[in-house]
């Protein structure tokens, strides 16, 4: 203050900014007034806040607000998807003891949809993974959205299915597709994971906003034909060990029933191939097995779509010849230590 009782009017030290708005009211902030800092002499008696319609010509309106002093403000009984000017000033006690107005635009979002989608309905596609999705379009006004965005959108959310052999349990995946609003599409393809079950929900969405889900409609897509499980052989004089584990992740082999071994001797003799079912991760081929047999080999997945891919060939062990060179070794490290 001056020495003849004039004071300098406090200055905000910048323009608000929007921090949120909803479809009829904003929210501003901006920095608190700091008298060590900024223009203007204290005390701070608090802060005003005026709004207008962009571009208007009408008188703007100061907002009443309950904590004067609180850098921040949100102005309601706005109009949905309405473009506004909010100006905020500083001012301390005094005539005239309001600083500058600093300006901001903000907009309002639109209101929700007022109507969904009707006689939705959700059925099995006729591939793996598909699920087909219909539905009658409201009327375009439903939207109440002058933006021109909106249309049909699709949730699916992706559970696994606690069944046959190949158990499995994994947290639900949620996505969503958007279908822009015309009058002439009523219908969608989803193409997703095969052997899923899938929660599907459609709504009707605009900018900023979209209609209740509801509960949705359950649906399970069909299983594909398995892919090839990973296959290890080990082998003894006696014995031909042969595990596997089923591809990965668990879904893509469906609802497993099964699994099929086919193995041929190749030698000494070459034999014709034996098919094994086995309803287990393990089998164990002990007939006709010698240190000096060898066996081709190789494992796939049934389920309810019927054999997956075969496994890629394997070949067991000569357990014989692995023994004599291991007696050889050791007659040669006597040679040597002698």
């Known amino acids: 203050m001056t020495t003849d009782g004039e004071f300098t009017q406090p200055e905000l030290p910048s323009a608000p900014v929007v921090s949120g708005a909803t479809n009829d009211s904003i929210t501003l902030m901006w920095d608190a007034w700091d008298a060590s800092t900024d223009i203007g002499d204290p005390p701070l008696t608090g802060y005003r806040v005026y709004y207008m319609l962009n571009n208007s010509r009408e008188e703007e309106q100061e907002v009443r607000r309950y904590d004067r002093l609180a850098p921040s403000e949100t102005v309601t009984g706005l109009s949905p998807y309405t473009a506004y000017m909010f100006c905020v000033s500083a001012f301390r006690p005094g005539v005239g003891g309001s600083g500058s107005r600093m300006e901001v635009e903000g907009t309002t979002q639109c209101s929700p949809p007022s109507r969904g989608p009707s006689s939705v309905y959700v059925t099995k596609g006729t591939r793996p993974g ?38 499995r349990a994994a947290d639900p ?10 009058t002439s599409t009523t219908e969608h ?37 398995a892919p090839a499980p990973t296959v290890s052989v080990e082998a003894t004089s006696e014995t031909v060990t042969v595990r596997w584990d089923a591809a990965s992740p668990a879904h893509l082999n469906g609802d497993v029933q099964g699994y099929q071994l086919r193995y041929t001797q190749t030698k000494p003799e070459p034999l014709d191939p034996v098919i094994v079912d086995v ?17 081709e080999i190789e494992v796939r997945v049934l389920n309810g779509a019927g054999y997956g891919k075969w496994s890629p060939l394997m070949t067991s062990p000569l357990t014989g010849k692995k023994k004599k060179l291991l007696i050889q070794n050791v007659k040669w490290s006597e040679r040597v230590s002698w």
């Open 130 to 167: 598909e699920i087909l999705v219909s539905w009658e379009n409201p009327p375009s006004n439903a939207f109440n959205c002058v933006s021109g965005v909106g249309g049909i959108r699709i949730y699916f959310t992706r559970y696994d299915i606690q069944s046959g052999i190949s158990k």
């Open 189 to 225: 393809t989803l193409t997703l994971e095969p052997y899923s079950q899938y929660l599907i929900q459609v709504v009707v969405y605009n900018k900023d906003s979209e209609t209740p889900r509801g509960e949705g409609f359950t649906q399970i897509t069909e299983e594909m034909l």
């Open 279 to 295: 309803m287990g991760n393990k089998y164990e081929i002990t007939d006709g097995v010698t240190g000096d047999s060898e066996f």
């Open 173 to 182: 995946i949620e996505n969503s597709i958007d279908i822009p609003f015309d």
